[in-house]
């Protein structure tokens, strides 16, 4: 008989990315593809995008009785994702539990001093070669030591074996796609879409120095073949009816001749999808003369992480740009008719309502039709957090989302710190709402932005915090009307 492995998303939710809509998780596609290769049943559970709690996961894991039990996790769904590993224990002492994804590549030996008695495994890095080779391990009672790239407790020690290379060619990977159910991923600013998460590329060059990503991939690059990336988009489209696609890739247009490449292939199969991206602002302006092609080939919604709009920040936050470069970039976005998003980060231990209203201010010239102002989250791995660390308040990780507070500036509050984030929120968006609505020339944008701000203002993290960000002024309670939102 197979042996099974049930995957499982942690049910976390903090009103951020889930505004938008729902998506499966890819890095468990993957997984999924792998291991059927392998010889194992797999299901994967999405307990995030179905909004179930611990009861019905406790159901799901007696109903199917699993020999093996996975999660991942990013910092903020770590306490979720170990939780869930301890219900499979709490059902069968013996099920095999192991969690990858960020988090636990570099933060194993927090994990197995806290909850060892619940996670068997840390899978560290990319697991689509290490999970069934665990496995394989596991069952045949073979040498753990000689499995690249995992942690595990052996007699009351960590042990941490060496890492695993780099997958060389992401093509040869085999996505189980016929695994999801696509009912349960809509896009909520696009009527009767079903999302897809795709990557045409894997690692990250930029050295934010608050993220993870470089560190993560170890500043390393590879892409896929763009025939085949855009075979898979026109394969979700025809069989499973799949109409949008966010790219996951940290940087999907590094190569300017692949890039274009793909645009071309895509305009050129004129599917019809939509693809959501994100990219930097390099590209873009060396790409100024090419958006046509991003537009004709699908690409609706653009984001780029400016961060911040002083120079002194940037070069703090190792942003290779210059404001006026995203100014400019955004500029060249919105003209050529797509949805420009961005975000800029507050609450560094030197912040102050000055430096907000500044923050502000300057957020409003970029001009991109979505912006947001996150929390600095001190990620316990990224190159900034000894800087960070004296200024930690709260030591949840499940609070490390971008949204709640965590570090206390020295001139303010945590409290007037998110009070002063929603309140950048509220007057930016009072002034977008009257230029789309009066919007001419395209309707799809136009659409796409009245219902995604419906989504947001329904669906994240400010529908709770609305009567604590003052009264609306009139005008902008006759769009929110409109909007069904009062």
Request: glycine share 6%.
């Amino acid at each position: 008989m197979l042996k099974k492995v049930m995957l499982i998303t942690p049910p976390y939710h903090c009103g951020v990315v889930e505004s938008a809509g729902r998506w499966p998780n890819l890095g468990f596609v993957y997984l999924a593809g792998e291991l059927r290769a392998a010889g194992y049943e797999v299901m994967i559970y999405d307990a995030m995008s179905l909004f179930v709690d611990y009861p019905e996961i406790e159901a799901k894991i007696r109903e199917w009785q699993p020999d093996v039990v996975g999660s991942t996790a990013f910092t903020a769904t770590i306490n979720d994702a170990v939780k869930v590993l301890g219900v499979a224990k709490k059902v069968n002492p013996e099920t095999v539990t192991l969690v990858g994804g960020v988090h636990p590549t570099f933060c194993y030996d927090e994990i197995f001093a806290g909850d060892g008695d619940k996670v068997d495994y840390c899978i560290l890095g990319e697991g689509e070669y290490t999970l069934p080779e665990l496995l394989d391990a596991v069952f045949s009672g073979a040498d753990l030591t000689q499995v690249q790239g995992i942690a595990y407790q052996q007699e009351g020690r960590v042990v941490r074996t060496e890492n695993r290379p780099f997958i060389e060619d992401l093509d040869a990977l085999r996505p189980a796609w016929d695994l999801i159910d696509w009912n349960d991923y809509p896009l909520y600013f696009i009527k009767d879409a079903h999302v897809a998460l795709v990557n045409s590329s894997r690692g990250c060059i930029h050295e934010c120095s608050f993220c993870s990503q470089h560190k993560f991939w170890q500043g390393t690059y590879r892409e896929r073949d763009p025939v085949k990336f855009c075979d898979e988009i026109e394969h979700l489209f025809t069989e499973y009816g799949v109409d949008v696609f966010f790219v996951a890739d940290e940087y999907p247009t590094r190569d300017a001749e692949r890039w274009e490449k793909i645009l071309d292939i895509l305009i050129e199969r004129d599917l019809g999808v939509h693809l959501l991206m994100e990219t930097c602002v390099g590209d873009i302006l060396r790409d100024k003369e090419i958006m046509w092609k991003y537009k004709k080939a699908g690409i609706l919604f653009i984001y780029m992480g400016v961060e911040a709009t002083n120079e002194k920040r940037l070069v703090e936050f190792k942003k290779d740009i210059a404001f006026k470069e995203s100014k400019e970039a955004i500029r060249i976005i919105n003209e050529a008719g797509m949805i420009s998003e961005s975000s800029v980060i507050l609450g560094m231990p030197d912040e102050t309502p000055e430096t907000i209203r500044e923050t502000f201010e300057l957020a409003k010239e970029y001009d991109a039709d979505f912006m947001h102002f996150l929390m600095i989250a001190p990620w316990p791995y990224a190159n900034m957090y000894k800087d960070l660390e004296p200024y930690i308040e709260d030591y949840d990780y499940s609070n490390y989302n971008l949204v709640e507070p965590i570090v206390k500036p020295t001139a303010m509050s945590r409290d007037d710190l998110f009070k002063a984030a929603l309140n950048c929120y509220k007057n930016y968006y009072m002034s977008k709402l009257p230029k789309w609505y009066g919007m001419k020339g395209n309707d799809l944008k136009r659409t796409a932005l009245l219902t995604g701000m419906r989504a947001i203002m329904k669906n994240s993290f400010l529908k709770d915090h609305m009567s604590s960000m003052g009264k609306m002024p009139e005008a902008i309670e006759k769009y929110l009307k409109k909007l069904n939102l009062r």
